[in-house]
């Protein structure tokens, strides 16, 4: 879906007029009086220019990571400042980056502050911080600001889980968790868990096990099962995932439940056999 931008209205003439010699209080910008001029006390050019010097002061928050267009296929990228999993660091800037033409590369630093220059982001969005799409065009660059993103509250990178029920295939059905972050993206990141069968949502273990049993499919159980069919212990593999896989050959509804550790619970969907 495109994006949408609304048609922001002007103020009138008159209410912009009352600004005239007065400052904004947000901002602390002056709105030079009409009438000032060179022989004015301060000049024209000494108020204009105390004006843009401190609105580029302000704008310059704003840059920190900016990759922009050097010309003839090169980018350069601002210094800036950035968290990246609980720690602070300076990335000084970089200047005549070369893309190479008609490809669509993304530009980011990783976690060793380091630029990259590549087809993808990793999946893993707790170790890079994003700063652009870029894409060449018959010599012509176009570059897609995703800063933005680095911006967001470290509650983001807050691990949490996401659950996927597959259909019903040979009286098995699959249930896939992921580590995730609060925006929904995958972490890339090995996390233990214990994962159980209810009858109810939030409910005890289930009465009654799978006639067909349970197994880890992606993943790694640890141990034999705690209860026996109805509760296991498990790690994920090395991109954050647990698939689980029941069998049954009658028409039981169950609800699978997981926790990772340092997370909350989390509860599937109705899980019904056919």
Not at 229 to 257: E, Q, R
Request: hydrophobic content about 35%; overall charge negative.
């Amino acid at each position: 879906m495109a994006d949408v931008y609304p048609n922001e209205a002007f103020p009138s003439e008159s209410a912009v007029a009352l600004l005239d010699g007065t400052t904004d209080q947000k901002t602390g910008l002056p709105y030079i009086a009409k009438g000032t001029g060179p022989a004015s006390v301060p000049s024209y050019e000494i108020q204009y220019n105390r004006r843009q010097q401190r609105e580029n002061n302000r704008l310059a928050i704003l840059t920190e990571g900016l990759v922009v267009d050097e010309g003839g296929l090169k980018f350069g990228v601002y210094p800036c400042n950035y968290t990246l999993r609980g720690q602070q660091k300076r990335f000084p800037g970089a200047t005549n980056q070369s893309m190479p033409d008609n490809v669509t590369r993304h530009v980011y630093i990783d976690s060793a502050n380091t630029l990259h220059i590549a087809d993808a982001y990793p999946a893993d969005s707790s170790i890079f911080v994003p700063l652009a799409k870029v894409v060449t065009l018959n010599g012509a660059m176009t570059i897609q600001p995703d800063i933005g993103y680095a911006r967001t509250t470290s509650e983001a990178l807050v691990p949490q889980l996401g659950v996927t029920v597959a259909g019903e295939t040979s009286d098995t059905i699959s249930i896939t968790f992921q580590l995730e972050d609060l925006t929904g993206h995958p972490i890339a990141r090995r996390w233990l868990g214990e994962i159980w069968l209810s009858d109810a949502d939030f409910g005890d273990l289930t009465a009654t096990a799978p006639n067909g049993g349970v197994a880890i499919t992606t993943g790694q159980q640890l141990g034999s099962h705690l209860v026996l069919n109805k509760h296991v212990k498990t790690i994920s593999d090395a991109n954050g995932t647990i698939t689980l896989n029941i069998s049954d050959t009658g028409t039981p509804t169950f609800y699978a439940m997981a926790v990772a550790v340092g997370s909350t619970p989390l509860i599937s969907t109705a899980i019904t056999f056919e």
